[in-house]
């Protein structure tokens, strides 16, 4: 006959409620989610988001400022940054890619006189953030990795985003396209 002590038993219980609490959390992981979306990129020039150099009231003599042209803004300091606070950026693979197995004759440069580029970045995503919230990160097939930190104003529903490129020519490039998007949900 088998005897249990009182503290045995509750350790048997921890045991087996923590087997039970791993199995739930293990199931119940975020997985990333594939998405059909249309993603659009932009740029931080004039066109694309919507600012001009100086301001009427000073008769556009102070042409080294900002200012927002259009919307509910429209007068205030443009500063360029997303709506989260951050400087957007274009994604960067970073020294361990494939464009370092492609183009292996970069390396050395990269190294000794771009130490920076050695870690990969992320993008910048705008999108719905009644859809996404910022931190959301996504993978663009021809773009790269990216995370949600700004919103258009034309962005409106869960399949619309928008990327940043660092100038105009690609934005143009780029242009609009369909493409099958895998989201990171934190």
């Not at 050695?118 to 021809?142: E, S």
């Not at 990327?163 to 242009?175: E, P, Q």
Request: aromatic share 12%; proline share 6%; glycine share 10%.
């Amino acid at each position: 006959m088998i005897c249990r002590t009182s503290k045995q038993f509750p350790r048997s219980l921890y045991v087996a409620g923590l087997i039970t609490v791993i199995i739930l959390i293990s199931g119940c992981a975020a997985k990333p989610v594939s998405r059909t979306m249309i993603a659009t990129a932009y740029c931080g020039c004039a066109q694309c988001c919507s600012w001009e150099r100086g301001s009427w009231k000073f008769l556009k003599l102070d042409f080294w400022n900002r200012y927002v042209a259009a919307g509910a803004d429209q007068g205030r300091d443009y500063r360029g940054l997303t709506a989260s606070g951050t400087k957007p950026r274009e994604p960067y693979p970073g020294l361990m890619s494939v464009d370092s197995l492609k183009r292996p004759w970069v390396i050395p440069f990269r190294i000794v006189f771009f130490p920076w580029l050695l870690l990969p970045a992320d993008g910048t995503i705008a999108a719905d953030t009644n859809y996404y919230r910022f931190g959301t990160r996504m993978y663009v097939p021809g773009y790269g990795w990216g995370v949600v930190e700004d919103r258009g104003g034309a962005i409106k529903g869960p399949d619309r985003l928008d990327l940043y490129k660092d100038n105009h020519l690609d934005a143009l490039v780029w242009g609009r396209r369909r493409v099958q998007v895998r989201i990171e949900k934190k």
